[in-house]
């Protein structure tokens, strides 16, 4: 009894658990870049440093207002213009442009299949023979980097629980199946680690489960 009461608290935490684990990271990485700042303003104004605790509360409040803002500005023209231009002005930068632009792509077309990436789920022999997975297409004709890589596909594979440090593999047409599902089901799935498994309806096509 009781170890099925610790497995049920196991299973019942796990899904809130990992999301704060991503989002532990984010903000954390966000809080350390606003706390330079913070330090800076301190001693400009001759105010003693702030203790940890105090540092880390004005830190965290800093972020969460610039994602507030930023999020406010994503919604109206001006707003889009300015980080419109802070696009170029980091892609204008050696180095930085490549990281910026990488990352800022691969962002967009996991949120909305921007270009038509990210659209066509697959299921790929990844990473041995016998072995399944699935991907997203990323893009046909690999002849940039392979001789003959025209009947080449460039997939990406997601990893759980974070889809973004995933994998790209550049494989045969031929050895690429088209799945029956959405990008977001699939995504799903591969976050969730397949313990979220898309059900078949009676028309052909899948859903995910609803809520117990």
Not at 18 to 33: C, N, P, S
Request: charged share 10%; proline share 7%.
């Amino acid at each position: 009894m009781i170890r099925k009461y610790l497995l049920a608290g196991l299973f019942t935490l796990l899904p809130l658990v990992v999301t704060l684990w991503i989002l532990k990271g984010i903000f954390t990485a966000l809080v350390g870049i606003s706390r330079e700042p913070l330090t800076w303003v301190a001693h400009l104004t001759r105010m003693p440093d702030p203790p940890t605790w105090a540092l880390a509360a004005l830190s965290a409040l800093a972020t969460v207002l610039l994602l507030l803002l930023v999020g406010a500005l994503m919604g109206n023209f001006i707003g889009r213009q300015l980080l419109g231009w802070m696009d170029e002005l980091m892609m204008s930068l050696p180095v930085v442009k490549t990281v910026y632009g990488a990352t800022r792509q691969l962002m967009g077309a996991i949120q909305s299949g921007q270009g038509g990436s990210f659209k066509e789920v697959v299921i790929v022999e990844w990473p041995h023979p016998g072995s399944f997975t699935l991907g997203f297409v990323a893009g046909r004709d690999c002849s940039w980097a392979i001789p003959g890589g025209q009947g080449m596909v460039a997939v990406y594979i997601p990893t759980a629980p974070n889809p973004t440090s995933g994998y790209v593999i550049m494989i045969e047409a031929s050895k690429v199946k088209s799945a029956d599902l959405s990008a977001d089901q699939a995504l799903t799935w591969a976050i969730s680690g397949g313990v979220v498994t898309p059900i078949r309806t009676g028309t052909g096509s899948f859903r995910m489960p609803e809520k117990p």
